[in-house]
């Protein structure tokens, strides 16, 4: 009687902790707020704040959880490739041209951003958005002398308008 009480414990909490799936795909069922700008896709090993620190913890961890209504209070029940959301609206003070992730500092009048992918150097951007090193560096001042730490999936700003806000 024990062991199948016991049996039935495990059976659970396997069945309940694993990945949703659909067959042998995964199914992402994290649902979040229609007004979400910025989405993440969770990876392995990535809990509420984690995600967070990726985002150099522009937002709460109570307003990722209103964004993301169906994550867990204990952040337990993420799977590799969901979606959650990571921005609503500019709650972040992040330029409306740069989205989520953008390094600290990021100038206000920014009008146009470059998202860094894989492969990119700075020299790539500068030739790409017509801009000088000089630019770049005023406008992204978490940017090094040599532009030698861009952030691949960040967003950096490439062009400014004549106001200040």
């Given at each position: 009687?024990l062991?199948?009480?016991?049996?039935?414990?495990?059976?659970?909490?396997?069945?309940?902790?694993?990945?949703?799936?659909?067959?042998?795909e995964l199914?992402?069922?994290?649902?979040?707020?229609?007004?979400?700008?910025?989405?993440?896709?969770?990876?392995?090993?990535?809990?509420?704040?984690?995600?967070?620190?990726?985002?150099?913890?522009?937002?709460?961890?109570?307003?990722?959880?209103?964004?993301?209504?169906?994550?867990?209070?204990?952040?337990?029940?993420?799977?590799?490739?969901?979606?959650?959301?990571?921005?609503?609206?500019?709650?972040?003070?992040?330029p409306?041209?740069?989205?989520?992730?953008?390094?600290?500092?990021?100038?206000?009048?920014?009008?146009?951003?470059?998202?860094?992918?894989?492969g990119?150097?700075?020299?790539?951007?500068?030739?790409?958005?017509?801009?000088?090193?000089?630019?770049?560096?005023?406008?992204?001042?978490?940017?090094n002398?040599?532009?030698?730490?861009?952030?691949?999936?960040?967003?950096?700003?490439?062009?400014?308008?004549?106001?200040?806000?």
């Amino acid at each position: 009687m024990l062991a199948q009480a016991l049996l039935s414990i495990v059976a659970f909490a396997t069945h309940g902790f694993t990945a949703p799936t659909l067959g042998s795909e995964l199914v992402a069922r994290q649902g979040y707020t229609a007004n979400c700008t910025a989405t993440y896709t969770v990876q392995s090993g990535d809990v509420c704040n984690a995600i967070r620190d990726r985002f150099n913890d522009v937002y709460t961890l109570a307003e990722f959880y209103s964004w993301n209504p169906q994550v867990d209070s204990f952040c337990s029940n993420l799977f590799p490739g969901e979606v959650v959301c990571v921005n609503v609206g500019n709650s972040t003070g992040a330029p409306p041209a740069c989205p989520v992730p953008i390094k600290p500092g990021l100038i206000s009048n920014c009008d146009s951003c470059y998202k860094v992918v894989s492969g990119d150097s700075c020299s790539d951007i500068l030739f790409t958005n017509n801009i000088t090193l000089v630019e770049l560096r005023a406008w992204n001042p978490d940017l090094n002398s040599g532009c030698a730490n861009l952030e691949i999936g960040f967003n950096y700003c490439v062009g400014v308008s004549d106001t200040v806000s």
